[in-house]
């Protein structure tokens, strides 16, 4: 006689995980690893995308949606697969209610009781990032296709004001989110959402992710969300541009030749990326605020001696010489005092160089013999996921063998 399947640690194909979801039994975490050995990639994104499917249909069923997410959010913790949370997300969005099932994942994870509560920050993270994606695509719809998602700027509105509520949670990679979240949609809504978060912890956050860019297992991961994001807090209120100058100066000073790395690349990849992500208006304005940053460490460095770190800053200022904001703030450079004539004069013989880099290279005062290690911030595109999930979470087994002891 065949025992009725009760539990996920019996599960032997694609047919018994689907019963499972179907009857409502919740994945805890100490089954998840005989689940990741069981199942491939494909198979088990077709099991998300039946989670996916299952919820859409029960997101008003407190309960039974609860249970779904529990056993989502198990499985994800267990196996930090970035397809999994896409997978989830598509089912999400392909749904004729899609605006009704978005407007209620806030208010569900806000009420939610896991059964294993000792994964409750883990879980946050993840909710706040399913949250903040959902918001993000639905932002992207309404502008892509106006007609057909006229009740969608409802719905990130209130995404807005949850994301906005849970800025005060001190927990590093929630707030990773909630600047990523507003640098995709803040802007658009005209709201200050960006700059209020930034003025609430963004010194902080912003200081670990620049401490990030210096060690060579997490630069690759920090840099990405630096060149994805920093460009929309360049584009905000003064305020914010206070709290970039000071991150970025405490690090400049402290690690210059570090500084100096990340600064050449993120330069370069900062001007091939803006015609095709920013209006010509808003080109102008990131141009403007990164070189006026430019211009005030090139006064600070200039008086200690830093020629790795001042040959990048003028190659920078060099740089952007094509935007109208270059060409003014370039001016008022070689009139200011305030900077060494040497490098006021380097300045404008540089702008007449066909090859600027190689030019300042061969200086005397800048030749260098040092040999560093080559940094791997611009071999790779990584996504968002990684970008904030780059720390892993304490995996599930290690988490039971910790409270255990």
Request: aromatic content about 12%; some cysteine; glycine content about 2%.
């Amino acid at each position: 006689m065949q025992v009725p399947l009760k539990y996920w640690k019996h599960v032997n194909s694609l047919e018994d995980a689907y019963f499972l979801i179907d009857i409502g039994v919740v994945l805890r975490s100490d089954e998840v690893g005989r689940l990741k050995r069981k199942f491939n990639d494909e198979d088990s994104s077709k099991i998300f995308a039946y989670l996916g499917s299952r919820f859409n249909e029960r997101f008003r069923d407190l309960t039974a949606a609860e249970i779904i997410l529990e056993s989502f959010f198990m499985w994800l913790l267990g196996n930090m697969k970035e397809i999994y949370m896409i997978t989830f997300i598509e089912k999400i969005h392909e749904h004729p209610e899609r605006n009704d099932i978005v407007s209620a994942i806030p208010q569900l994870l806000l009420g939610i009781e896991f059964v294993e509560s000792q994964f409750k920050e883990q879980v946050f993270e993840l909710s706040v990032f399913l949250i903040a994606q959902c918001g993000i695509q639905m932002h992207h719809f309404s502008k892509q296709y106006p007609d057909d998602f006229t009740d969608t700027p409802k719905v990130v509105q209130g995404i807005n004001v949850f994301m906005l509520s849970i800025s005060n949670a001190n927990n590093y990679r929630a707030r990773l989110c909630l600047i990523n979240y507003f640098a995709m949609v803040g802007n658009d809504t005209g709201e200050r959402y960006l700059s209020r978060c930034v003025q609430r912890f963004g010194y902080t956050l912003l200081n670990q992710i620049t401490k990030d860019l210096f060690y060579k297992k997490t630069e690759i991961y920090a840099y990405r969300y630096m060149i994805d994001n920093l460009p929309y807090l360049l584009l905000s209120d003064h305020n914010c541009q206070m709290i970039v100058q000071e991150v970025m100066r405490y690090n400049m000073l402290k690690f210059p030749d570090k500084f100096a790395r990340f600064l050449k690349a993120f330069s370069n990849d900062l001007k091939n990326s803006l015609v095709e992500r920013f209006s010509p208006d808003d080109r102008e304005l990131i141009v403007e605020n990164y070189l006026k940053h430019m211009a005030t460490f090139l006064k600070i460095i200039s008086q200690v001696n830093q020629h790795k770190m001042s040959k990048e800053i003028i190659l920078t200022l060099c740089l952007f010489e094509d935007y109208s904001a270059s060409k003014k703030l370039l001016f008022q450079i070689s009139h200011s005092r305030e900077i060494r004539l040497y490098y006021r004069d380097l300045i404008g013989t540089l702008r007449h160089q066909p090859n600027q880099r190689e030019y300042i290279e061969n200086l005397r005062k800048f030749r260098s013999h040092q040999r560093g290690r080559k940094s791997s911030m611009i071999k790779k595109e990584v996504s968002i996921f990684h970008q904030i999930f780059y720390k892993k979470p304490t995996s599930a087994s290690r988490i039971r063998k910790s409270s255990a002891a």
